[in-house]
């Protein structure tokens, strides 16, 4: 009877452990996957596995269980969503260390705590039916102590991990959407260097168990009641690793963090220089207008000297030269505000030379809040990215109007391809297009500033980016 109820007590206790793993792989995953309806399936898997080789008839090794129990979790993210397979991996690898690590260390401290306690209780002058009480419930306190600060400590590193990859160590988290650091952007190589802790965790492990069950079978005793000393450092050495893993990720991060900084001064060089083209075209129009001011008395004068003389004719054709020189100082599309001005003419005079049909239809919302730095920004990364997607002989339409308090920028452009739009609703660039990706999400940014957002969908051979500004 009394190993009956020892082996329901570990039933619970082993249970127990495989169900908190589960709910802290699954915490894992939401935070990096956010908060989908099958999240929950991650750690279901993870617990369903490791229940059901708990009870087969036959004996199944502790790392062939925790690996087969992973690997299953590991489909049910595939099966969520097939994006992110390098996070998905990493997240998959990182959890079998972390939980090996932090069930492994609590173990070792509980056990120390454990062996204490009945070794008072063996050496207490009482009688042998109040040991075995004893001895029982502080059976049972050891597996509740366990599970207990197994779960705090999970808990605590599951969250490290999601604080540490996102930059939040200092109570300043990074949106890494908005930033540039989603998780489909970790490349293999970063997703190698990232694995090295954990990696290393798992090979120590299955070395670990394997020692020890030789260890046993020969000798009939477990190593760390052998060698006590032994037990202590592998148990730092355990804490070592763990922190390895944190300071990876944390290096990780810091690097990204500078990726963003350097792309976000070569997007700004670009705006600058933007910018730089259009103060130009200003100060061409202003020395040609300045020109025209100071020439119309002589305009004038040879005007009157053609008509005094009769010269109709002459004076026609001389009047009609003078219309076709003030033409040329002005612009063809007229927005109400002469930043947007330089830089829908500016667009327009691009897509004529590229062969490109461009029409505009865009009024500049005057007396609000919007900054039209920021109009200008989003409107250069729009357009330049229809052009360059139209393509000869394709075309570029640029819309805008308001209605209330809301703004809509439209910029369609042709495109027969396939469009693919990314979970942050922007499209997926790599390669050289790096800056180009970026600057779509700068216009993001830059709509979510004024409490709006930007949509980029395709239709039937076009593809159309809507901005949403609120004006006040």
């Not at 306190?141 to 540490?164: I, M, P, Q, Y």
Request: hydrophobic share 45%; glycine share 8%; proline share 1%.
């Amino acid at each position: 009877m009394s190993e009956t109820y020892y082996q329901v007590v570990s039933d619970i206790y082993c249970m127990t452990l495989q169900m908190i793993t589960g709910v802290g792989f699954s915490a894992l995953y939401r935070t990096f996957f956010g908060k989908a309806p099958k999240t929950w399936l991650v750690g279901g898997a993870y617990f369903a596995v490791t229940a059901v080789l708990y009870y087969v008839p036959f004996l199944v090794d502790n790392f062939t269980v925790y690996s087969a129990a992973i690997f299953a979790a590991f489909l049910v993210m595939l099966v969520c969503g097939r994006d992110g397979l390098r996070m998905k991996i990493f997240l998959a690898a990182t959890f079998f260390s972390i939980r090996w690590f932090t069930v492994s260390i609590v173990n070792d401290i509980v056990r120390v705590l454990s062996d204490f306690v009945v070794g008072q209780i063996c050496e207490a002058d009482i009688s042998d039916g109040e040991k075995y009480r004893m001895l029982f419930v502080s059976f049972c306190w050891h597996d509740v102590l366990e599970c207990a600060v197994f779960g705090l400590v999970l808990w605590g590193s599951v969250r490290a991990v999601g604080r540490a990859f996102s930059g939040d160590l200092k109570g300043k988290r990074i949106d890494n959407c908005n930033e540039g650091i989603h998780e489909k952007d970790m490349q293999t190589a970063e997703l190698c260097v990232l694995l090295i802790p954990s990696v290393l965790g798992i090979v120590c492990y299955k070395i670990y168990r394997m020692y020890d069950d030789i260890f046993s079978e020969q000798t009939g005793r477990y190593v760390q009641d052998v060698y006590p000393a032994l037990s202590v450092w592998w148990t730092i050495g355990k804490m070592i690793l763990l922190g390895a893993i944190f300071c990876m990720i944390v290096l990780y991060q810091k690097l990204k963090e500078k990726q963003v900084q350097e792309r976000k001064a070569l997007l700004l060089a670009g705006q600058i220089q933007d910018m730089q083209a259009h103060i130009a075209e200003v100060e061409r129009l202003y020395t040609e207008i300045r020109g025209v001011k100071h020439d119309v008395r002589s305009h004038v004068g040879v005007l009157a000297g053609l008509l005094d003389r009769g010269a109709d004719k002459e004076a026609g054709q001389y009047l009609k030269q003078w219309q076709e020189t003030v033409a040329a100082l002005d612009y063809s599309i007229q927005t109400g505000n002469p930043v947007t001005d330089v830089i829908l003419n500016e667009k327009a005079a691009e897509a004529a030379a590229g062969k490109i049909r461009f029409g505009a239809e865009f009024h500049y919302p005057s007396g609000t809040k919007l900054n039209v730095f920021d109009v200008s920004i989003l409107l250069n990364n729009a357009i330049d990215n229809a052009l360059r997607a139209a393509g000869e002989g394709g075309f570029v339409r640029v819309r805008a109007k308001r209605s209330g308090n809301a703004y809509l920028i439209e910029i369609a452009n042709s495109f027969e391809g396939e469009l693919l739009i990314g979970e942050n609703g922007l499209p997926v660039t790599g390669g050289d297009s790096e800056r180009h990706g970026f600057g779509t999400q700068n216009m993001k940014l830059i709509a979510q500033k004024y409490f709006g957002d930007i949509e980029i969908e395709q239709r039937e051979g076009e593809v159309v980016v809507t901005a949403l500004l609120m004006c006040e």
